[in-house]
C-alpha cells in the first residue's frame, strides 16, 4: 500500500531527529534529548566562581572551584542546559576523631586540632551524569562546596554561607555572578542556555535542596537522592542526641571535620569550633544552629519560583532516616510544589542502583522536560511509585497510601510474668480500666537485637506488648506514635519505642553488589560509566524492625527546652517513630517494645535507671490501610 503524500510527510516529521530549540545542541526525537555528540571529545575546564561570603575570615571573598565538561559543539551561538552536581565530596575524605557515646556525667567533645596535609587529590569523577547526559546536549557541573577539594572557605554542615556559595554557581551560570580560570582570564558561560537542574545524592541532594529555597533565577529543577531535609532530625530526635545508624559518635562538627580537605585548613579552626559550641550535644535542644539547617521551613519559595521536585529515597534508610523524605514531601504537598516521589525498599543506596535503566530513562524524561521544555510525558506520571517488594513497583495517587488512617492498640499486662504482655486493637478510649504498671531497667551495654529476640519470655531490660495473630495482612503506611505515661529514677535520659514484626518469614537483609555489572554511559580511562549490579538480599528470619522512635525526657514539653527529670514523677510522653510502608502478613504479630538506651543510635549513660510505665494510660498508634467497604449504594448488574 502506498502512503498518501501528506501522511507520509507527517511519519517523517514525527521520526525526524529535531533541534529542542533553535539555539541549543539539544536534539529531540520521540520526546526523548539524543546521543549525538561525543563524551571523549568534550570540553573540560576547572573555573573559580567569586562567591559574596568570606566564611574563613581571610578578608577575601571566597571562591569555590567548578568541573565543567560539555560537548565540544557548545559555543555562545549552540547553547547547552545545565545538570548542576554540588558536593564536599570531590575532595575525598580524611580521619577526625569521633565523640564518646558512653556517658559518664555529661555528653563531651572529642579534641580536635585542624589537619596539615598536602593540596588533594580532587576527583570529579565521583559525578555520573556527565557519562550519561553530556552525549545528549547537557553540560554537567561539579562543583566543591566551601573548604573541599579546590575550594576556598570553610565547611558548615549546609548553612547559610555553603548555601550562598553554591547559590553564586548557579549565578554564574546565568550570567550574574564572576570566575576566573587557573590563569586569571575572566570565564563567562556563555554556553549555557541559563536553565539549570541541580542533582544529587545525600548530602548533594541537600545542598541543591537549600539553593533552591534561596529562590534563585535559572533553577528549574532539584532531583534529591535520600536527601537530609532538616539535619536537627538527623543528628538529633525530640531533644536526644541520637547518630546515623553505622556512626556513633558522629555530629554536626564531625562531618565539617572530614570534609575539610582545602588547602591551609587551618584556615577553618574558629569556623568548626563554632559548629561545636551552637549544634550543643550537651542538652540537645533545637537551637538558631539547627533552624538555619531546616529546609522545610522555605518550601513556599520553590512554588513561587517555578522550581520542581524530583524526590528519591530508601523506606530501610537508617542515615538518611524515613522521616527526611516524609517531612519535604509534606512540605512540598502544602505548597502545591510540582513534585514527584520514588520510594525503594534499599538503605542508603543509589537510585542508579536500584533501578538503573528505569531509572535513567525516567530522570531523563524530568530534565529534558524541565530544562529543554520536551513534552516527554512527566506530566502524566503518578505523584508516587513504590517498590512493595524487591523489583516490584505500584504507583500511587499519594503517599501515606490512600486509606490509611490511625488506628490505636493499647497495652495490658500479661497473668503470666514469663512472656510478653498484650497489644489489643482498641477504640479511641479506654473509660473504667484498672491502673497497671510494668517496669524495666535500663542495660545500655546490651544489644537491642539481644532484647527484642525473644518475645516468648519475659526481660528485666526491656517491656514487650504483642498482638495476637493476625486475621489478614495490615499494612502500614505513614508514621506511627507512642503515648508512654512513664516514670524515669536514673541517670539516662531516654526513652526508645520499637515497632516489630513477629513471624517467621524471608525477609531483606540487604542491598548488595554482584560480580555482575552493567553500562549506564561512555567511559574514559579515569572515568568509567560502568558499575557493579547490586541486588536485594533475602534470608528467612523470625522478625523484623519495622520502625523505632527516640524522646530525651527532659524535653517532654518540646524539643526547645530541656527540664531536669524529677526522679519517681510520672510524665504523659508522646513521641513519633520513623515513618514507614510495611505489610504485617496474616499470622504474624504485631509488637512493641519499650527500651530506655538504644546502642547505636543514643548515648549510652551509666546502666541502672528505673523506668515505670502506666499501661492503662499508654498506646500505640498506628497508620493502617483500612479494606474499602462496598457501598450500600452501588447498583446491582443490569440483568
Given at each position: 500500500?502506498?502512503?498518501?503524500?501528506?501522511?507520509a510527510l507527517?511519519?517523517s516529521?514525527?521520526a525526524?531527529?529535531?533541534?529542542?530549540?533553535a539555539d541549543t545542541?539539544a536534539?529531540?526525537r520521540?520526546?526523548?534529548?539524543?546521543?549525538?555528540y561525543s563524551?571523549a571529545?568534550?570540553?573540560?575546564?576547572?573555573?573559580?566562581?567569586?562567591?559574596?561570603?568570606?566564611?574563613d575570615?581571610?578578608?577575601?571573598?571566597?571562591?569555590?572551584?567548578?568541573?565543567v565538561?560539555?560537548?565540544?559543539?557548545?559555543?555562545?551561538?549552540?547553547?547547552?542546559?545545565?545538570?548542576l552536581?554540588?558536593?564536599?565530596?570531590?575532595?575525598?575524605?580524611?580521619?577526625?576523631?569521633?565523640?564518646?557515646?558512653?556517658i559518664?556525667?555529661?555528653?563531651?567533645?572529642?579534641?580536635?586540632?585542624?589537619?596539615?596535609?598536602?593540596?588533594p587529590?580532587v576527583?570529579?569523577?565521583r559525578?555520573?551524569?556527565?557519562?550519561?547526559f553530556?552525549?545528549?546536549?547537557y553540560a554537567?557541573?561539579?562543583a566543591?562546596?566551601?573548604?573541599?577539594?579546590d575550594?576556598?572557605?570553610c565547611p558548615s554542615?549546609?548553612?547559610?554561607?555553603?548555601?550562598?556559595?553554591?547559590?553564586?554557581?548557579?549565578?554564574?551560570?546565568?550570567?550574574?555572578?564572576r570566575?576566573?580560570?587557573?590563569?586569571?582570564?575572566?570565564a563567562?558561560?556563555?554556553?549555557?542556555?541559563?536553565?539549570?537542574?541541580?542533582?544529587?545524592?545525600?548530602?548533594?541532594a541537600t545542598?541543591a535542596?537549600g539553593?533552591?529555597q534561596?529562590?534563585v533565577g535559572?533553577?528549574?529543577t532539584v532531583?534529591a537522592?535520600?536527601?537530609?531535609s532538616?539535619?536537627?532530625?538527623?543528628?538529633?530526635?525530640?531533644?536526644?542526641?541520637?547518630?546515623?545508624?553505622?556512626?556513633?559518635g558522629?555530629?554536626?562538627?564531625l562531618?565539617?571535620?572530614?570534609?575539610l580537605?582545602?588547602?591551609?585548613p587551618?584556615?577553618?579552626?574558629?569556623a568548626?569550633?563554632?559548629?561545636?559550641?551552637?549544634?550543643?550535644?550537651?542538652s540537645?535542644?533545637?537551637n538558631?544552629?539547627?533552624?538555619?539547617?531546616?529546609?522545610?521551613?522555605h518550601?513556599?519559595?520553590?512554588?513561587?519560583?517555578?522550581i520542581?521536585?524530583?524526590?528519591?529515597?530508601?523506606?530501610?534508610?537508617?542515615?538518611?532516616?524515613?522521616?527526611q523524605?516524609?517531612q519535604?514531601w509534606d512540605?512540598?504537598?502544602?505548597?502545591?510544589?510540582?513534585?514527584?516521589?520514588?520510594l525503594?525498599?534499599?538503605?542508603?543506596a543509589?537510585i542508579?542502583?536500584?533501578?538503573?535503566q528505569?531509572w535513567?530513562?525516567?530522570?531523563q524524561?524530568?530534565?529534558?522536560?524541565?530544562?529543554y521544555?520536551?513534552?516527554?510525558?512527566?506530566?502524566?506520571?503518578?505523584?508516587?511509585?513504590?517498590?512493595t517488594?524487591p523489583?516490584?513497583?505500584?504507583?500511587?495517587p499519594?503517599?501515606?497510601?490512600p486509606g490509611?488512617?490511625a488506628?490505636t492498640?493499647q497495652?495490658?499486662?500479661q497473668a503470666?510474668?514469663d512472656?510478653?504482655?498484650a497489644?489489643?486493637?482498641?477504640?479511641?478510649?479506654?473509660?473504667?480500666?484498672?491502673?497497671e504498671?510494668?517496669a524495666f531497667?535500663?542495660?545500655?551495654?546490651r544489644?537491642?537485637?539481644?532484647?527484642?529476640a525473644?518475645?516468648?519470655r519475659d526481660?528485666?531490660?526491656?517491656l514487650?506488648?504483642?498482638s495476637?495473630?493476625l486475621?489478614d495482612?495490615?499494612?502500614?503506611?505513614?508514621?506511627?506514635q507512642v503515648?508512654?505515661?512513664?516514670?524515669?529514677?536514673?541517670?539516662?535520659?531516654?526513652?526508645?519505642a520499637?515497632?516489630?514484626?513477629?513471624?517467621?518469614?524471608t525477609?531483606v537483609t540487604?542491598?548488595?553488589?554482584?560480580?555482575?555489572?552493567?553500562?549506564?554511559?561512555?567511559?574514559?580511562?579515569?572515568?568509567?560509566?560502568?558499575?557493579?549490579?547490586?541486588?536485594?538480599?533475602?534470608?528467612?528470619?523470625?522478625y523484623?524492625?519495622?520502625?523505632?522512635?527516640?524522646?530525651?525526657?527532659?524535653?517532654?514539653h518540646?524539643?526547645?527546652?530541656?527540664?531536669?527529670?524529677?526522679?519517681?514523677?510520672?510524665?504523659?510522653?508522646?513521641?513519633?517513630?520513623?515513618?514507614g510502608d510495611y505489610r504485617?502478613?496474616?499470622?504474624?504479630?504485631?509488637?512493641?517494645?519499650?527500651?530506655?538506651?538504644?546502642?547505636?543510635?543514643t548515648?549510652?549513660?551509666?546502666?541502672?535507671?528505673?523506668v515505670?510505665?502506666?499501661?492503662d494510660?499508654?498506646?500505640?498508634?498506628?497508620p493502617?490501610?483500612?479494606?474499602?467497604v462496598p457501598?450500600?449504594?452501588?447498583p446491582?448488574?443490569?440483568?
Amino acid at each position: 500500500m502506498r502512503l498518501l503524500p501528506s501522511l507520509a510527510l507527517l511519519i517523517s516529521l514525527t521520526a525526524a531527529v529535531v533541534p529542542a530549540r533553535a539555539d541549543t545542541l539539544a536534539v529531540v526525537r520521540d520526546g526523548r534529548t539524543q546521543p549525538q555528540y561525543s563524551y571523549a571529545d568534550a570540553i573540560r575546564e576547572v573555573v573559580h566562581v567569586e562567591t559574596s561570603v568570606d566564611s574563613d575570615g581571610d578578608g577575601r571573598r571566597d571562591r569555590v572551584a567548578v568541573f565543567v565538561t560539555r560537548p565540544r559543539q557548545s559555543d555562545g551561538a549552540h547553547k547547552v542546559a545545565v545538570i548542576l552536581e554540588a558536593s564536599p565530596y570531590f575532595g575525598g575524605l580524611i580521619e577526625a576523631p569521633h565523640h564518646p557515646t558512653e556517658i559518664v556525667d555529661q555528653p563531651r567533645l572529642s579534641p580536635w586540632t585542624p589537619p596539615t596535609h598536602a593540596k588533594p587529590v580532587v576527583d570529579y569523577a565521583r559525578s555520573n551524569y556527565d557519562n550519561y547526559f553530556v552525549a545528549r546536549g547537557y553540560a554537567v557541573v561539579a562543583a566543591s562546596s566551601l573548604g573541599t577539594g579546590d575550594s576556598e572557605g570553610c565547611p558548615s554542615l549546609t548553612g547559610p554561607d555553603e548555601i550562598e556559595a553554591m547559590k553564586a554557581v548557579v549565578d554564574w551560570l546565568t550570567g550574574r555572578a564572576r570566575a576566573t580560570y587557573g590563569d586569571g582570564r575572566a570565564a563567562r558561560a556563555e554556553w549555557s542556555t541559563g536553565a539549570v537542574a541541580m542533582v544529587g545524592n545525600a548530602y548533594n541532594a541537600t545542598l541543591a535542596l537549600g539553593v533552591a529555597q534561596t529562590g534563585v533565577g535559572g533553577l528549574k529543577t532539584v532531583v534529591a537522592n535520600v536527601v537530609t531535609s532538616n539535619w536537627y532530625d538527623y543528628y538529633r530526635a525530640n531533644g536526644g542526641v541520637v547518630e546515623p545508624d553505622g556512626f556513633p559518635g558522629e555530629d554536626a562538627d564531625l562531618h565539617a571535620k572530614v570534609v575539610l580537605t582545602r588547602a591551609r585548613p587551618s584556615q577553618c579552626a574558629a569556623a568548626i569550633a563554632s559548629i561545636e559550641q551552637r549544634m550543643d550535644r550537651v542538652s540537645g535542644d533545637y537551637n538558631g544552629f539547627w533552624a538555619q539547617r531546616d529546609f522545610t521551613r522555605h518550601i513556599d519559595r520553590l512554588r513561587r519560583h517555578g522550581i520542581s521536585v524530583f524526590q528519591i529515597a530508601g523506606l530501610s534508610d537508617w542515615n538518611a532516616r524515613t522521616s527526611q523524605f516524609a517531612q519535604l514531601w509534606d512540605a512540598l504537598g502544602r505548597h502545591r510544589v510540582d513534585r514527584r516521589l520514588w520510594l525503594y525498599q534499599a538503605g542508603h543506596a543509589d537510585i542508579l542502583n536500584v533501578r538503573r535503566q528505569a531509572w535513567l530513562d525516567a530522570v531523563q524524561a524530568w530534565l529534558d522536560h524541565a530544562l529543554y521544555g520536551v513534552d516527554s510525558g512527566t506530566q502524566a506520571w503518578p505523584q508516587v511509585q513504590l517498590e512493595t517488594a524487591p523489583g516490584q513497583w505500584q504507583p500511587y495517587p499519594q503517599w501515606p497510601r490512600p486509606g490509611a488512617r490511625a488506628a490505636t492498640w493499647q497495652l495490658h499486662a500479661q497473668a503470666d510474668a514469663d512472656s510478653a504482655h498484650a497489644l489489643r486493637r482498641a477504640p479511641d478510649h479506654r473509660s473504667g480500666a484498672q491502673a497497671e504498671e510494668r517496669a524495666f531497667v535500663d542495660a545500655p551495654s546490651r544489644k537491642t537485637a539481644e532484647l527484642i529476640a525473644h518475645p516468648d519470655r519475659d526481660d528485666p531490660n526491656r517491656l514487650m506488648f504483642l498482638s495476637e495473630p493476625l486475621a489478614d495482612d495490615a499494612q502500614l503506611s505513614g508514621t506511627a506514635q507512642v503515648s508512654v505515661q512513664a516514670a524515669l529514677d536514673g541517670p539516662s535520659p531516654y526513652l526508645t519505642a520499637l515497632l516489630v514484626d513477629y513471624g517467621e518469614d524471608t525477609r531483606v537483609t540487604g542491598f548488595a553488589a554482584t560480580a555482575q555489572t552493567w553500562c549506564f554511559g561512555d567511559s574514559l580511562p579515569n572515568n568509567s560509566g560502568c558499575r557493579p549490579i547490586y541486588a536485594y538480599t533475602t534470608a528467612p528470619t523470625p522478625y523484623q524492625v519495622v520502625t523505632r522512635g527516640w524522646i530525651d525526657v527532659r524535653n517532654r514539653h518540646g524539643r526547645e527546652r530541656s527540664e531536669a527529670i524529677r526522679a519517681g514523677e510520672s510524665y504523659a510522653l508522646r513521641w513519633a517513630l520513623q515513618p514507614g510502608d510495611y505489610r504485617f502478613k496474616a499470622g504474624h504479630r504485631i509488637g512493641l517494645v519499650l527500651l530506655s538506651s538504644d546502642p547505636g543510635y543514643t548515648l549510652r549513660y551509666r546502666p541502672g535507671t528505673r523506668v515505670s510505665v502506666r499501661l492503662d494510660a499508654s498506646s500505640l498508634s498506628l497508620p493502617l490501610v483500612e479494606p474499602e467497604v462496598p457501598s450500600r449504594s452501588t447498583p446491582t448488574a443490569a440483568r
